[in-house]
């Protein structure tokens, strides 16, 4: 037994770490904000570079052949860093579901370009209408009736839809269904996209816990540094124990999401429990970081500058992602209580079918 | 990342499991000495009693995954706690292993273990709580003799007591935490008395106990002088995942929840209500997040790594739920919720529990100092 | 519209808080815990000479002809000793014969009530434990002109001490509702039946009693049986539709629970407060750090925002009737919430000592879980609401 990560699945996280330091620091966020597509192809070029985009893609196809729990730690980097680029559905979700499929030629051509950084994948969520970064997808993974399509960017009619988060790319899609454009039908359209699904939402979880880390960071420096009454604000009680809640909540979430990572990776028996619950605690300790830090930073919090908004909207943004808190809460609720599906076996992680 | 265990590990599981089939009824008798008493000579056999310590010292010499798997599936079938006397087994047992003479090792290890020695703690004063280091019970060295004078409160059992793990101060002038030195001191010294405190549950765990000039030879000396802080504080070979807790604590929920589908609310089975969907479920998320934060804990232990603070944050998660889940219990009671049957007065007794292990102010600071690091006042 | 106290209202809080502190001291609290009825017959005798007892009873039965305002001054303040007494149950009996009782029954018992002689309680609720008309499931059986009664009622407050009971039961079919229509307020009638509110005396053949410990030692509770109980025409309380009166008497029942548990709450909170100034730990009055500054101020806060629910509820009852449901289930919902938390945050503010029987906070604990179900939880009430707003 052991429930950590390796040598090298820490060192993958550094490597990301340093490489987002430099590339993505908040300037080239917010940078980025100002821009038509608010997506920078030359930034995903040099991603793929260090092989986030093909992470999960068979080595065959020019990926890296690794599973979510390599993925889990890349992922919190991504949230600390507020990164925007479709990598969740383009390296999490589309690249096994196009794997997983029994659609080889689909495979075989989309794989090696997602490898390569060449194509962009945008993924309907089960959960929601809107479709996230359509508009600079190559390819469309789209639900029909019983069928999931894969549609060509230029075969879809899209309309953007604003939102709240400048980062966030919103878009409703419509398509004529055509036969030759399905991956799968029926049960096996239902498998593809309840991985789909459990997969973003783990994502999403990780990218909270980078953000709930960053917040906590700068909540931690702002208050270590700011004085009042002749003392750092982060001397008073009220505000050490704000934050000491926020830290054992992250750290819940942590607990959380890195089983989650193993349930995806090993499709166990109760991925979708723990998944659910890693997106529901993720969600809120983000939520609850975004704000607490905007409470001990005072008054200074609400102006554009900081960037402490910058993070807080990606938590709203992330806990809104393939299945909101609620949503996820009335499916753990419904397997606790109908199915009782036992989300704790002890000692050992059952093995699915 | 891995959750198996290995085949050796999963046969211990199973032995144990076994032995639970033959040697534990069901339901668990609750205030049976003589049921305790043959169950512990049973676990004695098997040596698991002080599981943790070194088989030269009557112990199991079991490591860190085995005392975790021992822990674990005892606490799922809710069995007595491993050993009758919880303060010898889980504080000076393992003190005297760590610090004590060869002697004092002969002395009091196979009778803690054989239930021949019952221990309590003496740190706590009246004006000395959380700020323990500025305790003021005096021990001053005549001879071969420390002669001791002063009080300890809420010393748990030292009514029942046949030693007390003493925390004195041998020296007053100097910073409060390096003037304290521990002794293991006989209840039946002459000058000690001892006086029942009642709690609001109607019952006395806790204690007064009173020194009037109490002599104890040098040889009862644990550590050296000044170094009662260290003796204290120091790592016990305990692995520290807290899986007992969360364990029981899912026990307590799974009650809970059964609880709830026989209760209604609003007229509607409660279990079919939302609020009582909403809360069992973040009960349900947050007591495995204390079991997978403890793994986490474990894996740093087996990896070697010393432990930090991180106990803060499951202990100060405990308080919180233990509340929590008093509460929803008391709801789904209803107008019973007045009465005094067992299940209303175990709502009292969390508050004894949470107190034992500090108060969650006192967590939250010692998450926000000292893994945060933010400023001390 | 005048939002503040009366001078005699004022004056009458005063001299209840100085009788309560005199006659009724921790000590003296706890001795009555231990006493099978737990109040104390002299000291009930007084309250009656100082007219507490007939508060709301007209001049003209031997009361003072007060109002509901009055009563919930009287009613925190004995909330705030923790005064073991059945005032409350008296008071929610001397309402049901205020407001359903003929001239003949009020004529008959309200001088009781008001003397002290005779202590009323509530006898509503039953085994399923559902609050109001739709928990009312005993049925009477019809003799001529008389119902018959057996069965039980549960979680009868002062069921030990209690000379009368005022009992809700229905009367099965065959027989006309009385002539008036049905109110709106939920009348829950089931088809066939008629909700009653009656008049049962301790002494009546076939009444018996049994005591429940409760966890709360300053109050007491039980269960009514009743086994072949005889009630005639005259003991039925027929001034209004039972489904109303019942309705009503939940409503009262919260603003006068939530007045004494409010009382208690600022009691535990002034002990607190007390405490946190003279124990001194790290070489400070642990009241100087934060931690505990801002919890005891938290709960301040909650105990004043609550008074002005309460107020304008005991007010209603009087002056604008049509708001009191609202008005008491908002108010109700806060304090069992409220008092929950300051309960568990005054013994845990007290730390190792907050636990022992010896020091007092305790007993504000047992008392907050005493009042939270009472005339219906949290939970309850905010269904209540959302109801009434048609959601």
């Known amino acids: 037994m052991e429930f950590d990560f390796t040598e090298d699945q820490r060192l993958l996280q550094e490597t990301v770490r340093e490489f987002l330091a430099g590339e993505c620091p908040v300037e080239h966020v917010r940078s980025l904000w100002e821009t038509e597509t608010g997506r920078s192809p030359e930034f995903w070029a040099k991603l793929a570079e260090i092989g986030v985009p093909g992470l999960l893609v068979p080595e065959e196809h020019g990926g890296l052949g690794m599973d979510e729990i390599d993925f889990a730690l890349v992922l919190v980097e991504v949230g600390r860093a507020a990164l925007a680029e479709p990598v969740v559905p383009t390296a999490v979700v589309a690249a096994p579901l196009l794997r997983e499929s029994a659609h080889l030629a689909l495979a075989e051509t989309w794989l090696p370009r997602i490898a390569a950084g060449e194509a962009l994948v945008a993924v309907a969520q089960a959960t929601s209408p809107l479709v996230a970064d359509a508009h600079v997808a190559d390819l469309l993974i789209l639900r029909s009736g019983d069928a999931l399509h894969a549609v060509p960017r230029d075969a879809a009619r899209l309309t953007f839809q604003p939102s709240n988060d400048p980062s966030q790319k919103l878009f409703t899609v419509e398509f004529d269904p055509q036969e030759d454009r399905r991956i799968a039908t029926g049960a096996a359209a239902d498998r593809l996209e309840a991985a789909a699904l459990d997969r973003g939402a783990f994502a999403c979880a990780a990218q909270q816990i980078g953000v709930c880390e960053q917040l906590i960071e700068m909540s931690v420096d702002y208050t270590t540094q700011r004085k009042q009454f002749g ?107 109908e199915d009782a599906l036992p989300a704790a076996s002890f000692g050992f992680s059952p093995q699915a079918g | 990342m891995d959750f198996h265990f290995t085949p050796e590990e999963q046969a211990f599981r199973e032995e144990i499991r076994a032995f639970l089939d033959a040697h534990l009824p069901d339901p668990v008798p609750e205030d049976d000495p003589g049921f305790l008493r043959e169950w512990n000579r049973k676990l004695r056999e098997k040596r698991w009693v002080g599981f943790s310590w070194p088989r030269e010292w009557g112990g199991g010499g079991g490591d860190l995954i085995r005392q975790f798997i021992l822990k674990e599936e005892m606490a799922a079938r809710r069995a007595p706690a491993l050993g009758l006397d919880f303060m010898g087994l889980t504080w000076v047992g393992p003190a005297i292993i760590a610090h004590g003479t060869d002697a004092q090792k002969a002395e009091h290890l196979e009778k803690i273990l054989d239930d021949e020695e019952h221990w309590c703690t003496g740190y706590s004063e009246p004006d000395v709580g959380s700020d323990l280091a500025a305790l003021q019970c005096r021990a001053v060295l005549e001879g071969d003799e420390y002669v001791i004078n002063g009080q300890k409160i809420w010393t748990t059992s030292a009514h029942v007591a046949s030693h007390i793990f003493l925390l004195v101060r041998t020296d007053p002038t100097v910073a409060k935490w390096k003037g304290i030195t521990c002794l293991l001191v006989p209840m039946d010294s002459p000058g000690i008395e001892v006086r029942p405190i009642e709690n609001l549950s109607g019952k006395a765990s806790f204690n007064q106990v009173f020194f009037n000039d109490v002599r104890t030879p040098v040889g009862n000396r644990l550590g050296a002088e000044g170094e009662g802080w260290r003796v204290v504080m120091g790592a016990l070979a305990n692995e520290r995942s807290g899986i007992s807790e969360s364990t029981e604590m899912q026990r307590h929920l799974d009650d809970i929840r059964e609880l709830a589908r026989r209760a209604s609310r609003n007229g509607r089975p409660a279990l079919e209500d939302d609020g009582v969907r909403r809360r069992l479920s973040d009960m349900e998320i947050r007591i495995e997040a204390m079991r997978l934060t403890g793994l986490r804990h474990l894996t740093d232990q087996l990896r070697g790594k010393p432990s930090g603070s991180e106990t803060a944050i499951n202990k100060l998660q405990r308080g919180i739920l233990e509340f929590e889940m008093s509460e929803l219990e008391l709801e789904l009671l209803g107008s019973a919720a007045q009465h005094q049957g067992l299940l209303q007065r175990q709502t009292l007794a969390w508050h004894g529990t949470v107190i034992g292990g500090g108060s969650p102010n006192i967590q939250r600071n010692i998450i926000a100092e000292r893994i945060l690091g933010m400023p001390r006042k | 519209m005048n939002f503040g106290f009366t001078e005699e209202q004022d004056f009458l809080r005063e001299s209840v808080r100085k009788l309560v502190e005199e006659r009724c001291p921790m000590p003296e609290v706890r001795r009555l815990m231990t006493t099978p009825d737990a109040y104390s017959p002299e000291l009930w005798s007084e309250m009656a000479a100082l007219g507490w007892l007939g508060l709301l009873v007209p001049e003209e039965h031997g009361g003072a002809g007060l109002g509901w305002v009055d009563l919930v001054v009287l009613l925190e303040e004995t909330g705030r000793g923790l005064l073991p007494s059945p005032l409350l149950s008296n008071a929610l009996a001397t309402t049901a014969l205020l407001r359903a009782g003929s001239r003949d029954q009020r004529r008959r018992w309200l001088p009781g009530l008001a003397d002290g002689s005779t202590i009323g309680t509530l006898a509503l609720l039953e085994a399923e434990d559902v609050q109001g008309p739709s928990g009312i499931g005993l049925e009477a059986s019809v003799e001529g002109e008389d119902h018959l009664l057996s069965g039980s009622k549960h979680f009868v407050a002062d069921v030990g001490c209690a000379d009368l009971f005022v009992v809700a039961y229905r009367e099965p079919s065959g027989r006309e509702p009385s002539g008036r229509e049905p109110s709106g307020r939920g009348a829950e009638e089931r088809p066939g039946e008629t909700l009653r509110l009656a008049l049962v005396p301790a002494d009546r053949a076939g009444v018996c009693v049994e005591r429940i410990p409760s966890l709360d030692e300053t109050k007491r509770t039980g269960t009514l049986r009743l086994e072949g109980v005889r009630i005639a025409p005259e003991e039925r309380l027929e001034a209004m539709p039972a489904a109303d009166s019942i309705e009503l008497l939940q409503d009262c029942g919260s603003i006068a629970v939530t007045a004494e548990a409010l009382g208690a709450a600022e009691g535990a909170l002034a002990l607190t407060v007390q405490y946190a100034k003279d124990r001194v730990q790290f070489g400070s009055p642990i009241g100087r750090f934060q931690g505990v500054k801002h919890r005891l101020s938290d709960m301040w806060v909650d105990t004043e925002s609550i008074k002005s629910l309460l107020y304008y509820g005991a007010w209603s009852i009087e002056g604008s009737p049509e708001e009191l449901p609202r008005y008491a289930s908002l108010a109700k919902a806060y304090i069992a919430d409220a008092f929950t938390r300051i309960g568990v945050d005054c013994v845990q503010l007290h730390g190792a000592v907050g636990y022992t029987i010896e020091y007092d906070i305790q007993l504000y604990l047992k008392r907050s879980k005493w009042v939270r179900p009472l005339f219906g939880d949290a939970d309850h009430h905010r269904d209540r609401l959302a109801t009434r707003r048609g959601l």
């Open chain 1, 231 to 337: 003392v750092p604000i982060g001397s008073f009680q009220a505000v050490k124990h704000l934050v000491a809640d926020l830290k054992v909540a992250l750290e819940y979430a942590r607990s959380h999401v890195e089983r989650a990572a193993h349930s995806v990776a090993r499709d166990t028996v109760t991925r979708s429990v723990d998944v659910s619950m890693a997106k529901v605690s993720a969600g809120e300790a983000a939520l609850e970081a975004a704000r607490i830090s905007l409470q001990v930073h005072g008054a200074l919090g609400y102006t554009w500058e900081q960037d402490l908004h910058v993070w807080m909207r990606r938590a709203w943004t992330l806990d809104l992602a393939w299945g909101s808190t609620a949503w996820h809460r009335e499916r753990l609720a419904a397997a606790l209580f």
